[in-house]
């Protein structure tokens, strides 16, 4: 079946503009994760949700960072009032209900320019 | 926290090469344990998983044995190949509600023919 999709692939803001990201999960997957990737690093840990439900926000950076999970499936990260650290590349990845298997599926990533 | 510390890179083979590379983490008790790896231009993919203490995975030849007594996760291939040229990351599953992965920067390993 189809993997997890990401969309925009690519987004130019200028600093201070409001941005919006999107997240396609694997069909039936309950957990999805939101990871922020600096360049030349490992992927940091922003938001993790359980269906609808977030459950846990604490490496969103500042509260210009929100996400939202509204009907359990598709997923959006917004940042408002964009700043130029917060260009990175932004990788949402989801995971089965069952708890023996740990393991995420990630998506292509949107990468983030800001100007 | 939780934490993994991965060899420093670039790691430079000939095609061919053995390769290691090694994984160590701070904490014990990890239902599951995986490498991920990033090919250029790319997302991450799971590249392999172990799913308890002394379990090996494997998959497109490499592997990796969970060892609890020494809190690693070492990374291994025979004879790589130019197309196993990417970043690898070891990334093991923080221990609370959420499971959430823990990154270190990732390993880049380039196979040259």
């Known amino acids: 079946g189809a993997g997890v999709s990401q969309s925009p692939r690519y987004k130019v803001a200028k600093r201070g503009q409001d941005v919006a990201l999107r997240c396609d999960p694997i069909s039936g997957h309950v957990s999805l994760f939101w990871y922020q990737q600096a360049l030349g690093q490992g992927p940091e840990f922003l938001t993790y949700f359980q269906n609808e439900a977030q459950l846990d926000k604490s490496g969103l950076p500042s509260d210009r960072f929100f996400a939202e999970r509204p009907e359990g499936s598709v997923s959006t990260l917004k940042i408002q009032r964009t700043q130029q650290e917060d260009s990175a590349v932004y990788l949402c990845a989801s995971s089965p209900k069952d708890w023996n298997h740990y393991e995420q599926y990630f998506g292509p990533g949107t990468r983030l320019t800001v100007t | 926290g939780d934490s993994v510390t991965q060899m420093e890179g670039p790691v430079t083979l000939s095609e061919e090469a053995f390769l290691t590379i090694n994984c160590t983490y701070t904490?014990?008790?990890?239902?599951?344990l995986f490498w991920y790896v990033q090919y250029p231009g790319e997302g991450l993919q799971l590249l392999l998983k172990a799913t308890k203490a002394d379990d090996k995975g494997s998959n497109k030849g490499f592997e990796a044995t969970y060892r609890k007594e020494t809190t690693s996760f070492h990374l291994e291939k025979g004879s790589v190949q130019v197309s196993d040229s990417a970043v690898y990351f070891c990334a093991p599953p923080q221990l609370d509600s959420s499971y959430k992965l823990i990154f270190g920067s990732g390993t880049r390993l380039l196979v040259r023919p």
């Open positions: 904490a014990t008790g990890y239902p599951s």
